[in-house]
């Protein structure tokens, strides 16, 4: 039964993965290549985002696993058979506990280790991509918008590094609008910033009072495009990027260096050890739902539908239990609630499947002699 439960945990992980990262992508691409940013770039972006999505997924595809072999299991009367041999639900759960451990550790790995370094290494990217104002320029033939209110077009850029037929709006003060055109430019760096030299062109400013517009021919003119690129000091201090013994160690001193609370930390910290146990929990409550009732032609519907809902019930309580301890670090144990709410209620789905008759109404019973 193991082996059937990681086969299929593996193919719903891997469908709900691609889904789940390729929307992600698409959204990722528009934005940077519409950028200029090469196909590399979007490559490692997307890699970095996929310990997140994995991490979404996994109690998603525990679920779907257990919940896909027991109903096929139920339908061929397997389950049946070994249950005729001797097998309570107690003794067929055993498996299922172990499928959902070794989720769990799969998860733990993701939510210790994985997603806080790859939150972290995208952060540190996309403020370094950010600020490539080279990537940002360098793109022949698109009307390009590095900032609020800048539009720039390049026609072509030789080997030479060559700007050829420039084009540069800038519409950030809403009284002026200045334009730049020229033949030729350069982007030179000079210091921590970088300028655009512009050559045999023509500056037009029109103030908006009074419509009127002021024409310059100029041989050379130099732009500092510096501004236009946010050169802000990278903040990697987040509660997301904090290893967790940190976390839970020194609560006070990560509330302090990420600026958030006790609560949030308290929050992040615990956290990541239940989304772990709720992967256990997932496939327990998957399972044990499905061992109700009998084999029936129809199939176990019900019994999926059932499961789907307890399930949401427990993220239910996952929710609730949240905010008190985001107001208060010292209500953390109220995060546990949710997987200890998912165990009670496996043992008491495994007690009805060991019972089958514990709530069908008694027949009343009738004297031998007594009339109908």
Known sequence: MLSQFMVLFGF??????????LNKAVRMFDRLIGDGQPAWVFLEFTALTLPGVIGVVLPIAAFAGAVYVTNRLTTESELTVMQATGYS???L????FVYGVIIAVMMSVLTHL??????SQLRLRQAEVTQNITAKLLTEGEFLHPAQGITFYIRDITPEGELRDVFLSDRRDPSTTVTYTSSKAFLVREGDGTKLVMLDGLSQILRRDGNRLFTTHFDDFSYDISSLISRDE???NHIAFTPTPELLLRPEATAERTGTTLGQVAFEG???FTQALLCI????????TLLLGTHSRFGVWWQIVTAFVLLVGIKLIEGFVAAPVLANAALWPLLYIPPVAGALLTVALLHIAVNPGLFRRRRPQTDAGGAA
């Open 281 to 288: 929990v997932a496939a327990l409550v998957g399972f044990a």
């Open 12 to 21: 719903f992980a891997l469908v709900l993965v691609s889904i789940f990262w």
């Open 93 to 96: 759960i055993r498996p299922v």
């Open 114 to 119: 994985l997603i806080p370094v790859s939150l």
């Open 89 to 91: 639900p107690w003794r």
């Open 234 to 236: 990278v903040q990697l």
């Open 270 to 272: 615990h956290n990541r």
